[in-house]
């Protein structure tokens, strides 16, 4: 009797023990990802702590017919889910120009789960689009190359592409409390200019 009495007394320990790590876990943000470059139009930002990378996101684009088809992929280690991702997608303005616009090409589905909840916004205080991704289901523990975007520049002269990136992940360690991944990846695009 006094053996389960002193081993219920150790599980309800232990109970308490662990409900206090989950009030020890915080995420990590991490905001100076290395920039890789494939081409002025191609290129990617990674993100590492403690000399291991954790995740980066990447966009490929080419123009075609005055405006900009463009690609991306989120890849996270394992380990972690995609909690929520937001790109905020705009060429700088000039004075005598507006906005670009942005719109989503594709779906962003996974294999079998109903599509995540996605939202296209616009703002007054800011140029471009706001894509925000939340409820990714059976993409969250996947590399995700389903998001594609056209953009329609402003104005004619513009040449530039800059993408503001806050990718939200959730870890599976006990102690992990996950990662913020800010990063602004700026693309180049030299045949928009000569069109």
Do not use: N
């Amino acid at each position: 009797m006094r053996r389960r009495t002193c081993l219920a007394t150790l599980g309800t320990a232990g109970a308490s023990a662990l409900a206090g790590c989950g009030t020890v876990r915080s995420e990590t943000a991490l905001s100076s990802p290395t920039v890789h470059a494939d081409s002025e139009r191609r290129k990617s930002l990674q993100f590492a702590a403690d000399g291991e990378e954790i995740g980066s996101i990447g966009a490929d684009g080419a123009v075609s017919d005055g405006r900009i088809e463009l690609s991306t992929e989120i890849w996270h280690r394992e380990g972690t889910t995609v909690d929520s991702i937001e790109l905020h997608v705009w060429m700088p303005p000039a004075p005598e120009g507006t906005p670009a616009e942005v719109a989503l090409a594709s779906p962003v589905q996974g294999d079998s789960s109903p599509p995540p909840a996605v939202t296209l916004s616009t703002s007054r205080d800011e140029p471009g689009a706001i894509i925000e991704i939340d409820d990714l289901d059976d993409l969250a523990d996947e590399t995700i190359s389903t998001i594609d975007l056209v953009v329609t520049p402003g104005y004619d002269r513009a040449t530039a592409l800059v993408i503001d990136s806050t990718i939200e992940l959730d870890s599976t360690a006990l102690l992990d409390g996950g990662y913020e991944l800010d990063g602004q990846l700026e693309l180049e695009f030299p045949a928009l200019g000569q069109q």
